[in-house]
């Protein structure tokens, strides 16, 4: 563990077939392995030939006793890496495969949050303490210290509302790694037969293009299986400046087919010009298909009358990009609406699980924006999105405009 304080790491669970437990000073001047990881922040596997190039490399001695095979992963908390899972073998240097690597990356998310569900625990008892003490201590100026003892339950609301919301996400990680394993396996075998189709009809332009459709729909059904394991912290896809009216379009060229099926119109509405905004394209992608599938999945189940109808808008409002995604559906129950982005929360749903706006919420909240739900009063859904702008880009870039209807027939 890093013990920032005194800048040094520590091994509160040690242990060691040759060596005991050592405190690594001023770790980042070291040359320790386990520090390389904690400031890099991933996963790292070495043989004894690897270390001894690293200690050359960095000038500096490997601690402890050197390793036929080394691997260590970060351990991971909302703002960085906090510690670091080690484990080595003195005498085999086969004993390891990559994928073990994996898995230990996989055991070293549950036990970082385990910690961090922990510390919630330790800071909702501590603010307990702290508030029954100064009850007892405040029998003096009642106005004062009745707004005082309002806002410390506030706190202790907050703290007990992040606890339950972190076991939520503790179930969400574990159910995803279930069954990450066995939608990426058949997925890698179709996009290799994709790509080989791909060759036999390359002179075919149309049919390129919709292989091209395909291929990004698995990349999306990929993306979804890392947002399921990445659904307790945020997302780790680089950011750029996004064209949002190209993610959106992107999007309803995608699903475009499978509404018309279900007799669901898409309608664009999409201001041009925009400005970018500082964001991750696929991850983007990901809200508006899980909104779009949420919106036409409401109308299938509740047998709305007449036409199913979706529409997304996008502005530029008070220095912020606004996409509302609207639905001319039954809309939200009141009761549903402050849980609505709850993991597992799917009270009155028919199909899914109710996942999919807690992962809109989480990649929302990644990218620095926000987002709301609420009832329109001519019917049906509407979710709000606002996103930041991309402050270091080129304020004369192009940016696109699309106004489009995507007919039902």
């Given at each position: 563990?890093?013990?920032?304080?005194?800048?040094?790491?520590?091994?509160?669970?040690?242990?060691?077939?040759?060596?005991?437990?050592?405190?690594i000073e001023n770790f980042r001047e070291s040359g320790s392995l386990t520090a390389r990881v904690l400031m890099e922040?991933?996963?790292?596997?070495?043989?004894?030939?690897?270390?001894?190039?690293?200690?050359?490399?960095?000038?500096?001695?490997?601690?402890?006793?050197?390793?036929?095979?080394?691997?260590?992963?970060?351990?991971?908390?909302?703002?960085?890496?906090?510690?670091?899972?080690?484990?080595?073998?003195?005498?085999?240097?086969?004993?390891?495969?990559?994928?073990?690597?994996e898995m230990l990356s996989s055991v070293a998310d549950q036990i970082a949050l385990a910690i961090e569900r922990k510390a919630a625990h330790t800071a909702l008892a501590d603010s307990h303490n702290e508030l029954e003490k100064r009850v007892i201590e405040r029998t003096r100026g009642w106005e004062e210290a009745n707004r005082l003892l309002y806002d410390e339950m506030d706190e202790r609301l907050a703290l007990q509302e992040k606890l339950a919301r972190t076991q939520r996400l503790a179930a969400a990680g574990k159910l995803a790694a279930s069954v990450a394993h066995e939608i990426?396996?058949?997925?890698?075998?179709?996009?290799?037969?994709?790509?080989?189709?791909?060759?036999?009809?390359?002179?075919?332009?149309?049919l390129q293009r919709k292989l091209n459709l395909i291929e990004e729909g698995f990349g999306r059904i990929r993306h979804t299986v890392r947002n399921l394991l990445d659904l307790n912290r945020p997302g780790s896809d680089r950011k750029e400046p996004v064209q949002i009216n190209r993610v959106i379009s992107g999007t309803a060229a995608l699903v475009n087919v499978y509404l018309r099926r279900h007799r669901t119109r898409l309608g664009l509405d999409l201001a041009d010009p925009l400005p970018p905004v500082w964001g991750a394209s696929q991850e983007l992608g990901q809200v508006f298909m899980n909104l779009i599938n949420n919106a036409k999945e409401a109308m299938a189940c509740r047998d709305t009358p007449g036409n199913h109808e979706i529409r997304i808008c996008s502005r530029l409002e008070?220095?912020?990009?606004?996409?509302?995604?609207?639905?001319?559906?039954?809309?939200?129950?009141?009761e549903d609406i402050q849980h609505i982005f709850e993991p597992f929360y799917s009270r009155r749903k028919v199909k899914g699980m109710g996942i999919g706006l807690s992962i809109c919420y989480t990649i929302i909240n990644d990218h620095g924006g926000t987002i709301t739900a609420a009832n329109r009063p001519e019917g049906g859904a509407v979710f709000t999105i606002e996103l930041l702008l991309a402050e270091d880009v080129n304020h004369g870039a192009k940016t696109f405009g699309i106004r489009a209807d995507f007919p039902t027939a």
């Open positions: 563990m890093h013990i920032r304080e005194r800048d040094r790491i520590e091994f509160p669970y040690f242990a060691g077939e040759i060596d005991e437990d050592f405190p922040g991933q996963p790292l596997m070495l043989t004894a030939d690897q270390i001894w190039a690293y200690g050359k490399s960095v000038n500096r001695e490997i601690i402890g006793t050197p390793s036929e095979l080394w691997l260590g992963v970060p351990l991971k908390a909302k703002d960085g890496p906090f510690g670091v899972l080690v484990t080595q073998s003195y005498h085999d240097p086969r004993a390891f495969k990559p994928e073990d690597l990426n396996s058949p997925l890698q075998g179709i996009i290799s037969l994709l790509y080989t189709a791909r060759k036999e009809v390359a002179g075919n332009a149309r008070n220095g912020r990009i606004l996409i509302r995604v609207e639905d001319n559906g039954p809309g939200i129950d009141p």
